[in-house]
């Protein structure tokens, strides 16, 4: 499934790659209990390690 890019504008880099990863939960591709680390977001969304560190902390922001 392709990710709609287009639809949701975002503000920064960190944002746009925590959207893509929601979408790939909600679509099955990125299953519970898979390893993500930052390095892997980093790679996979062509994206800096700062960005994938702000959606890692975007994806799981509990408060």
Same mark, same amino acid.
């Given at each position: 499934? &392709? *990710?709609? =890019?287009?639809?949701l504008?975002?503000?920064?880099k960190g944002k746009e790659?925590?959207?893509q990863m &929601? *979408?790939? =939960?909600i679509g099955?591709?990125?299953k519970p209990g898979e390893t993500v680390s930052g390095n892997y977001i980093a790679k996979t969304y062509n994206a800096s390690r700062s960005p994938a560190r702000e959606?890692?902390?975007?994806?799981?922001l509990t408060t």
């Open positions: 499934m &392709r *990710f709609p =890019i287009d639809r504008p975002c503000s920064s790659t925590a959207s &929601r *979408f790939e =939960i099955g591709e990125l959606a890692l902390g975007l994806l799981f």
